[in-house]
């Protein structure tokens, strides 16, 4: 499985950006689909995950009412909407995919990584 993530960029605290992560090769084994982040100096973190149906999702506290994880099924994709973002959504932002069906917030249990994709956002 191969991850590609885009839609990252610069933008000003309150803004939004969205965010997409294309899933291809064996993409019938993945049920869950997530992105986690990392912020220079600091480990990776969970940030939100959603079911292959779409119909379940999981997101950080610290994210949530801000951040939307969506996916779409028959296209193999995951999106992140991004709203009311703040100095500290600064990261890289990675997406993630798990043969595993339960949306799971640790990172060990992604075994299919995309590239990361950079977010900043400035004060």
């Known amino acids: 499985v191969q991850l590609q993530a885009s839609g990252g960029g610069q933008v000003q605290a309150g803004g939004s950006l969205s965010l997409s992560c294309a899933a291809s090769?064996?993409?019938?084994?993945?049920?869950?689909m997530g992105w986690f982040r990392q912020a220079p100096g600091k480990e990776r973190e969970f940030v939100a995950a959603v079911s292959r149906s779409g119909s379940t999702t999981y997101a950080t506290d610290d994210v949530k009412g801000r951040f939307t994880v969506s996916g779409d099924n028959a296209k193999n994709m995951v999106f992140l909407q991004m709203y009311s973002l703040k100095p500290e959504d600064t990261a890289v932002y990675y997406c993630?995919?798990?043969?595993?069906?339960?949306?799971?917030?640790?990172?060990?249990?992604?075994?299919?990584w995309g590239q990361g994709t950079l977010v900043t956002v400035s004060s």
């Open positions: 090769g064996r993409t019938l084994d993945i049920y869950v």
């Open positions: 993630a995919a798990r043969e595993g069906r339960r949306l799971s917030g640790a990172s060990g249990n992604y075994p299919y």
